[in-house]
């Protein structure tokens, strides 16, 4: 079994809708959790930060984190196609090294 | 100027050539770390590097080697690269706590 679990998707959503992409983890050790996004033939990019259990806001994206369900998810509110990417959960314990999911490719269209 | 360049961006080899991917940060990180990348599998650890004579092995290490010439520079080399070595490499740099800054990333194919 993997240590993070993430569907791949793809998912496709119309511009507008509200998205929900999430990860399953196995290891409770995990502390921090990330997301990043990738464009097509593009490094990833961190998108969102969480420490421990709770939610995080930053504009239209929300991450939650569920440690005792170990459950993570990102919304994201009216999506746009510029939203268009595969996305990637990562979460680390305490030295610096992540674990990444697989990725779920995301295709918002107009 | 990007933060994290990788050189080359594309490469085709054959097989048992030895390789040499390049990577190179502006964000005077200390953490440096190589990734490949392969459809259905993610991204996986191949080395890490937390300072200039810390080198450490990752989940993929096997067939793989490093350098780390200076605190802004990564190297990996396959030795002899094999045709399942064909995949997506991402070099990436972290002042700590997992928030990690990734190049663009260098296409290889092993023939």
């Known amino acids: 079994q993997k240590e993070v679990e993430q569907d791949p998707g793809p998912l496709s959503v119309p511009e507008g809708a509200i998205v929900s992409l999430n990860c399953t983890y196995s290891?409770?050790?995990?502390?921090?959790f990330m997301w990043y996004r990738q464009y097509s033939r593009k490094g990833p990019e961190l998108l969102m930060y969480t420490y421990s259990s709770g939610n995080k806001e930053d504009g239209r994206f929300t991450a939650q984190v569920d440690k005792s369900s170990k459950y993570i998810s990102l919304f994201i509110r009216d999506s746009q196609p510029s939203d268009s990417a595969t996305y990637l959960c990562a979460m680390m314990r305490d030295t610096d090294k992540l674990i990444f999911g697989t990725g779920t490719r995301l295709q918002v269209f107009p | 100027d990007a933060d994290v360049t990788q050189t080359p961006r594309n490469r085709i080899t054959k097989t048992g050539k030895r390789i040499m991917l390049e990577c190179s940060q502006t964000k005077g990180h200390d953490r440096m770390y190589w990734y490949r990348q392969d459809p259905g599998l993610g991204l996986q650890l191949i080395y890490y590097?937390?300072?200039?004579?810390?080198?450490n092995k990752g989940e993929i290490s096997d067939g793989y080697s490093v350098s780390r010439q200076a605190q802004a520079k990564f190297s990996l080399s396959l030795e002899s690269a094999i045709p399942n070595q064909t995949a997506l490499y991402f070099c990436?740099?972290?002042?700590?706590?997992?928030?990690?800054?990734f190049g663009p990333g260098t296409r290889l194919t092993v023939l």
């Open positions: 590097s937390f300072d200039v004579k810390d080198i």
């Open positions: 290891n409770s050790a995990f502390q921090y």
């Open positions: 990436a740099t972290s002042a700590g706590f997992g928030t990690q800054y």
